[in-house]
């Protein structure tokens, strides 16, 4: 096996992802060091042990920080997003939950509630009413 380090070119081309980040997210240095590192997709693990109400409070927190790291976050759902975070050299990052057994049997529609919220789709069949009724106050909304 060799010690030496890779070259910068082979990832000019390529494409990679990390599939299971467990990062705490407080400070840049962790976003700096997916640039550093050339990861082009992340996927986040935003609850493993956490009860309902935590895992809603990682999620919002995710949709807010889409927004606050724009210039090095790009919430991704499809290859071509992948491809776009790659082309404008952010990390695309989608996230995910790693354990559900502390969570309601109504998690999931609150979950397309909070995923549908932040993307740029108008058509969610998902409402504030609906995300109000599983128990968060509203759906996030960009500004």
């Not at 920080?65 to 210039?71: A, G, I, K, T, V």
């Not at 071509?80 to 790693?98: F, H, L, M, P």
């Amino acid at each position: 096996m060799s010690t030496e380090q890779p070259k910068p070119e082979l990832y000019d081309d390529a494409i990679v992802i990390d599939g299971l980040n467990v990062s705490n997210w407080a400070s840049t240095n962790d976003y700096d060091s997916l640039h550093t590192g050339s990861v082009t997709a992340i996927n986040a693990t935003v609850a493993i042990w956490d009860g309902f109400r935590e895992t809603l409070d990682n999620i919002t927190d995710w949709v807010y920080r889409f927004d606050e790291q724009s210039d090095r976050l790009l919430r991704i759902g499809t290859v071509q997003d992948i491809r776009r975070a790659k082309v404008e050299g952010r990390t695309g990052a989608s996230y995910s939950v790693g354990r559900t057994p502390r969570l309601s049997k109504t998690s999931s529609t609150v979950w397309r509630c909070f995923t549908s919220s932040a993307s740029a789709s108008s058509n969610s069949p998902i409402t504030n009413a609906t995300c109000s009724a599983m128990g968060a106050t509203s759906a996030p909304t960009k500004a």
